[in-house]
């Protein structure tokens, strides 16, 4: 659906496809999901009530780094705001390209993909090609353990000796800067006929046993479907690509410098709202001048990528944030406004959806992300009352990281505070508790916002 929104020129085709995607299971046919919806929503309260909380949100919030609905709804509140002028201003840039080109409109939700690609075409002029000599892959992934070197002082020493799952594997020992041993490391970076897509972290064991005679130390794996190399070109990736290596990496570092007793506490098993902070924290790095120039060397000269390309990513960064921060925020919001009912609804999930949406000020150019009836995350997946955690972990990496640019970009002491008081503690402790020990203070939205060019 998103390329052909971005390259359609037929606007009535566009408008076709766009309506048919955001009315699925609103057709009041026999796959109409309202009543299911209602019904789903209505339970909860009762479940909720029955453990003795006011609503659903409170029941699953508890649990998590920001305890109560309140407290999500503040920071989704905050950004909301500073998100939306930045949505009406991408409006209008659209409409000049509307009017300049002799259309006799005004921009539609189903016009959006369009003519943002027109605005990202005269404005940022990137060209992802002209990028990914720079990224080869092993380059990327010596980055990446150069990064954890500076911070941590690991070493990684390639072990051949050591059996694989599959040839395509590497595998690295992790060694303090001492020589003591921390755990092995399997990377399996790219596609198969038998793999999954996507990429993730998993472990073949965890740590445990800390404190005691029985200390166990972790075997971890990335697991990624990068671009293959093809002929005499290595594997070049996208800037994608680069981020979603950096982002597990994270993650195995989560699972490796855990310090924990117990198996069930350690490594990355936190609340869902605190988990992506040590793989997205390590994103932030990868597009850093500082750090460009210790990887990203072209792959046939040795080059250091040039100073107007990283400009040209920096820039890209903030290209359409008003529009997907406010799409993913009128999602959240409305996830957290179902699960805060007290009371049962009455009225059909398609008006409430409307209603509380056009309340908070949510423009007709845009709907959320997902609305009701096709919202998967939080009717049938792990998310209710749990959306928001994407930018919550958000806040955290950028605010995380604001302490590195505060200090220097391979702060040592920033880095044992981060190493000593989140990556080793696995669930062990109140997230906020850990975050505020290691920062100071509790996390502050400010750094995502500049980021994403908001503020
Ligand atoms: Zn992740």
């Not at 006799?104 to 060209?127: E, H």
């Not at 001048?289 to 990528?305: S, W």
Request: proline share 4%; glycine share 6%; charged share 25%.
């Amino acid at each position: 659906m998103l390329p052909f929104l971005q390259y359609a020129d037929n606007r009535d085709l566009r408008k076709e496809l766009y309506m048919g995607y955001v009315n699925r299971g609103n057709n009041n046919n026999e796959y109409d999901n309202k009543e299911i919806a209602k019904k789903l929503v209505n339970l909860r309260i009762e479940r909720a009530k029955l453990f003795g909380y006011n609503n659903y949100a409170e029941y699953v919030l508890e649990k998590n780094m920001a305890k109560t609905p309140e407290k999500a709804f503040e920071l989704l509140n905050k950004l909301w705001k500073a998100a939306l002028p930045n949505a009406k201003k991408e409006v209008k840039e659209m409409q000049k390209i509307i009017n300049k080109e002799g259309g006799k409109f005004k921009l539609a939700s189903w016009d959006w993909w369009y003519y943002a690609d027109k605005v990202k075409k005269a404005k940022y002029n990137l060209d992802e090609e002209e990028l990914k000599p720079y990224f080869e892959i092993n380059n990327v992934r010596d980055g990446a353990f150069a990064l954890a070197n500076k911070l941590y002082g690991i070493k990684f020493i390639p072990r051949n000796d050591i059996a694989k799952f599959n040839p395509e594997n590497q595998v690295f020992e992790l060694q303090e800067a001492d020589g003591s041993h921390i755990g092995i490391f399997y990377l399996d970076y790219h596609p198969r006929a038998s793999k999954r897509g996507g990429a993730w972290m998993s472990s073949f064991r965890k740590q445990s046993g800390f404190g005691t005679d029985k200390e166990v130390t972790p075997i971890i794996m990335n697991i990624c479907n990068f671009t293959k190399p093809v002929g005499d070109t290595p594997a070049l990736l996208t800037p994608d690509e680069v981020e979603t290596l950096f982002h597990e990496f994270g993650h195995a570092l989560h699972g490796f410098l855990s310090k924990c007793k117990y198996n069930y506490l350690s490594g990355t098993s936190v609340s869902r709202d605190f988990v992506e902070l040590p793989s997205q924290v390590m994103e932030n790095w990868c597009f850093e001048p500082e750090m460009l120039a210790i990887y990203a060397k072209h792959y046939q000269t040795g080059e250091v990528i040039p100073a107007e390309l990283v400009k040209k990513i920096q820039n890209a960064g903030k290209f359409n944030q008003g529009f997907a921060t406010v799409e993913y925020l009128a999602a959240s919001m409305l996830d957290m406004k179902y699960h805060t009912l007290t009371e049962p609804l009455t009225e059909d999930v398609m008006t409430f959806e409307k209603n509380y949406l056009e309340g908070l000020g949510l423009i007709p150019e845009i709907y959320s992300r997902y609305r009701s009836t096709y919202f998967n995350h939080i009717f049938a997946g792990g998310y209710s009352a749990g959306y928001y955690a994407y930018i919550w972990a958000g806040v955290l990496d950028s605010d995380a990281f604001q302490a590195f640019k505060e200090t220097s970009l391979f702060d040592k002491q920033t880095a044992k505070l981060f190493r000593d008081n989140v990556l080793s503690r696995g669930g062990t402790e109140d997230p906020m508790e850990l975050y505020k020990r290691f920062r100071g203070a509790e996390p502050n939205e400010d750094a995502l916002l500049i980021k994403r060019g908001l503020k």
